[in-house]
């Protein structure tokens, strides 16, 4: 059946792990040491003060961003102590804005519009360049399909100051920034990439049939296996035929996410990227024009994005410390932290079915909370 797109709201991010730095506190610029000293880190939060550098203003997440945003105002409830919020412990990240990357998306199509924001997550443990790439109009399958393929694979997907780049190309040079004005280009290479990629899409408004993806014999039909491959085909950014889509379900190369007495549902694969489809309230949505609820929509994919973007963060520097713990027993203490936090997660966010599902299918995670 016939879908047209309303609002969608796409995240790329990539994951970038330090452990040299907190063996080597000397390859953080002056400015930065904070990153690499607990004590100093938390009086930089509870400053609230920024580091500027030729490119970058990096300050800490507001102290409304951590009361209202519904996936920091849980994770930070993981750790307390004597009463106060222990922003070390967490490694609640720094958000470094870009200060010359007037960003676009190169071209659009007939009927929508788009704009890109980058940002990029700094704390001890390394940063995650995301991009934030939102979708408003008419947006047919078809093009939405080819956008996110382009957003994988194309070499001119945006436009900086007129020249054309990649995805990998704003990655690249957002890493070139913090890797020469964070870190000491002395202690070069800094940095072991643990996540190239990882695109979520999120779709926040659409007109469409309302369907379970898998239904429990409610109200609503089960969706069609022709509209499970239109969906898988947002997934990977290509078109899927009923093949194509049979072929993926028999080698389990996605694991589907759904609620039992909603229709809403999303597709995951855990190397590449997520697709969010809340289409109960996107519906709902299209039909109300409530700008507050597309608001706490598009803050879901955010915030299912933020969540994978810290396990994956957390999970490669509890690996990448092993070494450096065994000596240093502050770092063997930070890592001791970092575990507590994985295993703390899935407690306080139970209600992210994206989450939910890394936990119950990566193994890594699940040796490492069990």
Known sequence: MAYTFHDVNIFAFDVHSVPKALANPGCVQPAFGFLVDGDQYRAQYDAGAAAQTANLTVRPLTQRTLAHNRFW????????????????????????????????????????????????????????????????????????????????????????????KSLIDMFRLFAGWVRNEVYSPGCAPIDRESLSKYVVTSVTEFQGPLSYYKSPG??????????????????????????????????????????????????????????????????????????????????????????????????????ALETAALADQKIAALRNSLQATLKGLPKIYERNLFCQALYANHKQLQKLTS
């Open 218 to 319: 409610g109200p609503f039909a089960q969706m069609s296996d022709a509209d499970r491959s239109l969906m898988l085909g947002l997934l990977r950014g290509s078109p899927k035929t009923l093949q194509d889509y049979a072929k993926e379900v028999a080698e389990k190369r996605f694991t589907p996410t759904y609620s039992t007495n909603r229709p809403d549902f999303g597709l995951i694969d855990f190397n590449r990227g997520a697709l969010v489809f809340m289409q109960e309230a996107a519906l709902r949505q299209a039909a109300a024009g409530a700008a507050a609820n597309q608001g706490k929509l598009r803050c879901h994919g955010s915030n299912t994005r933020l969540c994978l973007m810290m396990i994956y963060s957390l999970l490669a520097s509890y690996d």
């Open 73 to 164: 105002m849980r994770y930070k409830d993981l750790w307390f102590v004597n009463g106060k919020l222990d922003y070390w412990s967490l490694q609640l990240p720094f958000v470094g804005r870009p200060l010359h990357a007037r960003l676009k998306l190169a071209a659009t199509g007939p009927g929508f519009r788009a704009s890109v924001r980058p940002v990029i997550y700094l704390s001890a443990l390394g940063w995650s360049t995301n991009i934030h790439v939102h979708l408003s109009g008419d947006i047919s399958p078809a093009q939405l399909t080819d956008l996110i393929g382009r957003l994988h694979t194309a070499k001119d997907i945006f436009l900086l100051g007129g020249a054309p």
